[in-house]
């Protein structure tokens, strides 16, 4: 696919504040929060080093539950199964996506239900593989169905509006994409007929019609995986993923850029232009955890239970650190949430869109930042939180000033 926009206005975005944070924000020369240094790489690439981050134990925000909502008890709304999709609506309340239940279900902001839209099926607003729910102009929540390549619109009162087709090389139960602020909608592929085949972010018009293709590299063909032990055997075969390889971790804006962890094994993320080009690294000094030859042989010793015998399973494969970052993600302020590695609870990295460092915030919450990302919104943080048996629940949670 070729670009049918010639000269598009990429907008600047600018350093944002938490806004609702009164105490200001971190960065460059901010007392008590990491030093940012910014220089060239040979290859031209800006990079930016923060050093001394706020620890866990010493953060600038504490995200604090207010509300919990959801139950054990089948069949009510409150039921969730898997949430795929959480958004912020206008008014305060907010609306989760389903995947085991393919319904969009509403609420207040006291966690009181007030409608569900759609549901399983091939009519007007039904789904079959809907994975996700964005917010889009108006105040309209836009429910994507990769599996039958169909976008549906809903009202968050009047319900199911309208439907839009597009095209779908690939679907999986999380939705990656991303809304822009006039309705347009920035979504990762894969272009096969390329050889090699590439990646791109494909941009969509309001009717979901294709306007763009944005490259990100080319789509990576692997005879021996470096995620997974992979065998073949009398007709069959199968594959194990690697102990303590980390997943692969990218993020599209509402911008169209991208945002990529270049190596689990370390805390370094760049950001890729609208152009393909990167803008800029960002490396924090939060060092790695090293796998010891203990958990390795353990991992190996695991694997080896569950495997077909004479299966040869690499130790080298298994890389020497665990992975740093867990998620990306931009929950509504502007700027972008890192969750790392730490003990107990949960801690992210707060970044502006220029790569300066903000500040560090931690929940002693069970935060699943993995598919329904959190949403910011009015002051509150609304996220998806599991509990010791894996029920989903919706939390609202407002972010307190530590420092």
Known sequence: MRSKRRGMQWPAVLPLCLAFVVAGCGGEGAPGAGSTVRDTLPSGVERVTISSPAEPSAPHWNIVEDLRVGSLQGGGPDAFGWIVGLAALDGGGFAVFDYQSQDLRLFDFDGGHLATHGGRGDGPGETQGGNGVMLGPGGRLWVPDDQRGRMSVFHPGNGFQEAHEYTSFSWGPVWRGAMGEDGSVFRPSVEY?????????VVYDSTMTPIDSLPMGAYPTYDDPPSAYCWSSGGGGGCAAVPFYGDEI??????????????????????W????DTAFVVVVDRPATPV???ERDSAIAELRERTPPGIELDPAKIPAAKPVIESLFMPGDGNLWVQFASSGGAAFDVLAPDGSYLGTAVADIAIETGDAKPVLRDGRMWLVAKDALDVNYVVRARLEDAR
């Not at 990218?250 to 950001?271: K, M, N, P």
């Not at 232009?273 to 393909?276: A, Q, S």
């Open 193 to 201: 007929d390329r050889e090699p085949a590439l990646r791109v972010v």
């Open 250 to 271: 990218r993020l599209v804006d509402s911008q169209g850029s991208v945002w990529e962890v270049e190596d689990a094994g370390q805390y370094r993320i760049r950001r």
């Open 273 to 276: 232009t609208p152009r393909g």
């Open 292 to 294: 010891t030859a203990a």
